[in-house]
């Protein structure tokens, strides 16, 4: 057995008993990782495949820096603080595939690039203008990244060399002219999020048939690209000067699934949204007055948030069985018909905060599982509200006007699970601490509050003060069941005093929409 080992090892050993530079690590799969340099480590290995020489502090590349190294095939220069490569730095990497060089002071893009490049990430450096040759002969290239740099102008020619690029990330940078179509045939990513553009060539998209992410936001559009791929599956224009859309704008692209505008200047969309596989929506930010109609069959997350919606009715819904996740929280809903969400068989996720709304909404599906309704003017919560939300594990009624509860409300919430009451002006009732008892048995998870009346309990804690528990005889009259109560009030009476008696900021989470 000893043998075996020995010889199991033994390529291991010879291994590392060979030449290795110093300040770094060479291991078996023909990586080398150098720490603390300023220059190229001499003598690497010759087989070297992936050389890591990020995060040191290397200011410029020469040409005799790499000598040797031709099985390179993956090259890591990021964040060195480089400013310059000589000419022919790389070219004699022949086998070189991915060459990363983000985070430096590079000031253009390095020159005769090997031809066997397929991924590219030059991305937070200052690279102020792309030239004719800079990518010359990268047939294989399929993955640029150049955002955060200081680009102000793209030529069609620059990228014609290479043809196969499948991804192109163009972020933060100045962009304020694209002249020409780009003449990608593979192109499936573009992204030209944060630059100066306000609008593109009239046959841009010509020569972009397989594009299927398109991200424009935070430009200067004021209305729709025209004449996009028809195959877009997700488009992003968050944060333009779009103020309408039209039924023409989209109405072609059938397989669009997402679809974003979010801080944008909309006030209607014209029946723009009836495309067939749309599936994600965000109009959040803008100016709606109403939730667009006919909206698509398929639509699984709807995100309406911070516009100035009035009422809620059947007419926008109709007809949404998918719909999952909506959101409508930052509006001035005052009314919500009762039959508003019937046709919305898998509604999962509701926010309606900070609206209107002076009671807890009725006809809600059954298929709820967060409910956030923080922020309204809700006095009551009555049992039609809520005996059919058994599914329901998370309901948000903070900073609302609650004195008081129910008991037999939450014998209709099986499934509770969070509770956030802080923030309402409590009653603190020893009907209130029955509630408290009911929860705590359930071990729903609390955020009770304060008291605002009667005076002598103003400002205590409901779910953990012990005066209350005490003047309610929880300590003597319920015998076990109200020293175990004591004891959880003790226990959480440290954490729930130290709270802000006005309730958490409305910023802060406590629990996350996933949409799957």
């Not at 603080?81 to 000419?87: L, N, R």
């Not at 001035?332 to 009762?338: C, D, L, M």
Request: net charge neutral; charged share 20%.
């Amino acid at each position: 057995m000893l043998l075996i080992y020995l010889l199991s090892i033994l390529p291991f050993l010879m291994f590392c008993q060979s030449d290795c530079p110093t300040r770094c690590v060479c291991d078996p799969s023909k990586s080398v990782q150098c720490y603390r340099v300023t220059t190229v480590p001499k003598a690497i290995p010759s087989d070297t495949r992936k050389l890591h020489l990020g995060h040191n502090n290397i200011k410029q590349l020469r040409a005799s820096d790499f000598g040797g190294l031709y099985g390179i095939e993956e090259l890591a220069l990021s964040s060195c603080g480089m400013e310059a490569t000589e000419a022919h730095t790389f070219s004699t990497l022949t086998n070189l595939r991915t060459l990363e060089l983000w985070k430096n002071k590079l000031r253009s893009v390095p020159s005769k690039l090997p031809s066997n490049v397929e991924v590219l990430k030059l991305g937070n450096n200052r690279i102020q203008a792309l030239c004719e040759t800079d990518f010359e002969g990268l047939a294989k290239l399929k993955i640029l990244d150049l955002q955060n740099n200081k680009i102000s102008k793209i030529y069609s020619r620059v990228l014609s060399s290479a043809l196969k690029l499948e991804s192109l990330i163009l972020d933060s940078n100045s962009l304020e002219l694209l002249s020409g179509p780009l003449k990608l045939p593979y192109l499936k990513r573009l992204s030209m999020q944060n630059n100066r553009l306000s609008s593109l060539p009239s046959n841009f998209f010509s020569f972009l048939p397989s594009l299927r992410f398109l991200s424009l936001s935070g430009n200067m559009f004021c209305k729709i690209p025209q004449k996009m791929p028809p195959l877009l599956r997700s488009l992003k224009m968050d944060k333009n000067l779009i103020d309408e859309l039209q039924l023409q704008d989209l109405d072609y692209l059938s397989y669009l699934f997402e679809l974003s505008l979010s801080e944008n200047q909309l006030s209607t969309v014209n029946d723009a949204l009836a495309l067939t596989n749309l599936s994600i929506v965000d109009l959040s930010k803008n100016q709606l007055k109403a939730v667009p109609s006919r909206l698509p069959a398929q639509l699984r997350m709807l995100d309406c948030s911070h516009n100035f919606i009035q009422k809620i009715s059947l007419q926008e819904f109709s007809g949404l069985c998918e719909l999952k996740h909506l959101f409508l929280e930052y509006n001035n809903i005052t009314v919500i018909g009762i039959d508003a969400w019937q046709h919305c068989l898998q509604l999962s996720d509701l926010a309606l905060e900070q609206n209107q709304l002076s009671s807890f909404p009725k006809g809600l599906p059954d298929t709820l599982v967060r409910l956030d309704l923080k922020g309204n003017n809700i006095t009551d919560i009555f049992k039609e509200s809520v005996e059919n939300l058994k599914q329901l594990r998370v309901l948000n009624l903070r900073n609302n006007r609650l004195l008081s509860l129910t008991p037999d409300v939450f014998g209709y919430l099986p499934r509770l699970r969070q509770l956030y009451l802080d923030g309402n002006p409590w009653n603190c009732t020893c009907d209130l601490m029955k509630i408290r008892v009911l929860l705590t048995a359930r071990q729903v998870e609390i955020k009770s509050g304060f008291c605002a009346t009667p005076d002598y309990y103003q400002g205590e804690t409901w779910l953990s003060s012990t005066k209350i528990l005490n003047s309610c005889g929880y300590n003597t009259l319920h015998g076990t069941k109200g020293k175990a109560l004591l004891q959880i009030a003790t226990k959480t009476a440290q954490e729930d005093d130290s709270s802000n008696v006005n309730g958490p900021a409305d910023n802060e989470d406590y629990y996350d929409y996933d949409v799957d």
